[in-house]
């Protein structure tokens, strides 16, 4: 009994340590960056609305989801960086029948908040095995918000207009990135060693290479190409 | 037999489908082509229950709604930045494939919510026949009002109101001795599953959208040929106070006698209609929606009072009288999300009629009737879900006065 407490005590501690030295890696001399650019060639079209047969007209114009994001990140993570426990704060924005941003990544623990603002109500929903939820109907000005702790893939969509969708990658470690508007990302404080490394778009794994970072630390230049 | 084993070979479909659905190989959403100026969608409805020995689910296609297979296939074709084709492809119990709406819409000006469709279109009146098709119907039974075959029909009349109330309950097999004497079944209140062919023009402002349409049937009996030469005009306004609640009003006023049973019954001439007046109501929050109907109709049906005078299905001299039958349906319905993908909803209804004067004193010239329904559903996926009901319906009539029935549907669109 007192042996499994001294363990219990020692994890503890060393995990306290890890994850101070962890929340600074960034700056930490030694730690290296990844980046580069992923080339979308084909870009997958936005989701229709469904023939709207038994409308009375067209439909109040919406907007077009930005389906140019893809998330890079590190298939294999050092041990110590799944002792990360902080519970950040994300949002996914209802604007024009869109989710804004189209892919959200997170670490486990965060908290979504999805804000309306359309003057029309929406159902945020997922029935996603990672995360299941539903936020029910809520006017502009609201908002609902949902914990994500386990690592996982969640599609994300809203009850009422079956065109809205979005993705929450949610990572157990903090090394990814989501790609800007020209496709680069940068992932930084990588400790030393050798990783894979994935692009993902738009609901799977589209490439994964290997690459090292060396004792000194430094960047990795790495580009993916989504056919 | 032939129906059982189209549905159970749809519903292995389904299964499959639900399977490869999760490894994203079949499509979870409309199908799009020519650079989304095509987009095709879909939808599935395999439903199961006992057979209903009352006829208290039969629509007028003949069919069981609680015990059938419904395939769809909607299209959208953007001609032009203002001009768009709109058509759905169904069929139900792998019957006949048939176009159930075909028109063109027209957005004269771009910016503004004004909107012109042309062709068969769909229903203006009421809320319910938009969403008959797809998930919007919580339940799997239809509301009383938008399917419940009265007796009365279009292309034949009763002879005096003695033949009008023998056929009180008996709308699934309506006959009378006016016009066309074949047996067949009586109209609803408001069909929600046949289209009717014309024009019509929507204006939607923020909160109000206002409907007009000039069309060849009538509510009752919406047609694509022409056959009393007389137009329904319908009207609906819908109103959005605030978010989540809409309050809609409905009208419509057209020929509803055939031209052919009205020279039978001698009102070669004279043009008999059917009124309807909506009233309908959903307000939605949180994990709750609910929702009330109000269909009042009345048909203007001539009568010769004499069944000696009528021969061959022609009477001898002129409608003694012209009968105004009166029927009115009220539903309230609600849905609660218990938890994500799953929900419970119950439908309460009753469908009344006035009453008239045969040889035994007055009586409703239709039995009235009360359906409660209670069920609910579970996402399998996003666009596949199955639901259960459980419907029970009492019919003021002294044989097939009761019906209950548990039924089963898998509902699966794209």
């Known amino acids: 009994m ?154 994300v969509f809203c009850d009422i207009h079956s065109h809205m969708s979005a993705w929450v990658l949610v990572f157990s470690h903090p090394f990814f990135a989501t790609t800007d508007t020209d496709g680069r990302y940068r992932i930084d404080g990588v400790p030393p060693g050798t990783y894979s490394v994935s692009a993902w778009y738009e609901g799977s794994n589209r490439e994964t290479r290997s690459i090292t970072i060396s004792p000194q630390g430094g960047a990795v230049d790495l580009d993916f190409v989504v056919q | 037999m032939k129906v059982t084993s189209v549905a159970l070979a749809v519903v292995f479909t389904s299964c499959g489908l639900a399977t490869t659905a999760a490894a994203q190989t079949i499509p979870s959403e409309p199908v799009t082509l020519g650079d989304g100026r095509v987009v095709i969608g879909g939808d599935v409805a395999v439903s199961f229950a006992p057979e209903d020995e009352s006829y208290f689910n039969y629509s007028s296609y003949d069919h069981n709604t609680l015990r059938e297979l419904r395939l769809g296939m909607t299209a959208l074709v953007r001609a032009t930045e203002r001009i768009s084709l709109l058509g759905e492809l169904r069929t139900e119990n792998a019957d006949t494939i048939s176009p159930y709406g075909l028109y063109a819409r027209i957005r004269p000006f771009p910016k503004r919510r004004f909107d012109v469709q042309i062709g068969r279109i769909p229903p203006t009146f009421g809320r319910f026949p938009r969403q008959a098709y797809s998930r919007d119907n919580p339940l799997i039974g239809y509301p009383l009002a938008y399917q419940y075959l009265t007796s009365l029909r279009a292309n034949a009349l009763p002879a005096t109101a003695d033949d009008l109330l023998r056929m009180r309950g008996r709308g699934w097999l309506s006959s009378f001795n006016v016009g066309d004497t074949t047996p067949e079944h009586g109209v609803p209140l408001v069909n929600s599953l046949s289209w009717d062919t014309g024009i019509q023009v929507t204006h939607g402002w923020d909160l109000l959208t206002v409907t007009g349409a000039v069309t060849t049937g009538s509510v009752s009996n919406p047609r694509v040929s022409e056959d009393n030469g007389g137009k329904q005009i319908a009207t609906r306004a819908e109103v959005r106070p605030l978010a989540g609640l809409v309050i809609g009003s409905s009208f419509a006023r057209g020929e509803f006698v ?86 419970a909803a119950a439908r309460v209804e009753h469908l009344g009629f006035n009453r008239i004067t045969g040889s035994r004193g007055p009586q409703e010239w239709d039995a009235p009737v009360k359906r409660v329904e209670i069920g609910g559903g579970y996402y399998l996926q996003r666009n596949l879900v199955a639901r259960v009901s459980w419907q029970h319906n009492d019919r003021e009539t002294s044989r097939f006065n009761r019906g209950r029935y548990v039924s089963g549907q898998l509902l699966f669109w794209f």
């Open chain 1, 2 to 155: 007192r042996a499994t407490i001294r363990l219990v005590t020692l994890v503890m501690l060393v995990g306290i340590g890890t994850t101070l030295r962890w929340t600074t890696a960034a700056q930490t001399p030694g730690t290296g960056s990844i980046r580069g650019r992923v080339d979308i060639r084909r870009t997958i079209a936005p989701p229709e609305r469904r023939p709207g047969i038994t409308d009375l007209g067209n439909p109040v114009p919406r907007d077009v989801p930005d389906l140019r994001a893809a998330v890079v990140y590190l298939e294999t993570a050092p041990a110590r960086a799944f002792e990360d426990r902080r519970s950040p704060r994300g949002r996914i924005d209802q604007r024009n029948e869109t989710f804004v941003p189209h892919v959200l990544a997170i670490t486990t623990g965060t908290l979504v908040d999805f804000p309306n603002n359309d003057s029309t109500y929406h159902n945020v929903f997922s029935l996603s095995k990672t995360r299941r939820f539903d936020l029910g109907r809520y006017a502009k000005g609201r908002s609902g918000t949902v914990r994500f702790d386990t690592p996982g893939i969640v599609r």
């Open chain 2, 258 to 343: 055939s031209r052919h049973a009205a020279s039978a019954a001698g009102a070669r001439d004279a043009s008999f209609d059917q009124r309807a007046d909506g009233l309908d109501l959903e307000y939605s929050r949180s994990h709750w929606l609910l929702r009330g109907d109000a269909v009042l109709s009345r048909w203007h049906v001539p009568m010769v009072g004499d069944t000696a005078s009528v021969s061959g299905g022609m009477s001898t001299h002129a409608p003694a009288y012209v009968a105004a039958l009166r029927a009115l349906a009220l539903s309230v319905e609600g849905r609660y999300t218990f938890l994500p993908g799953a929900y």
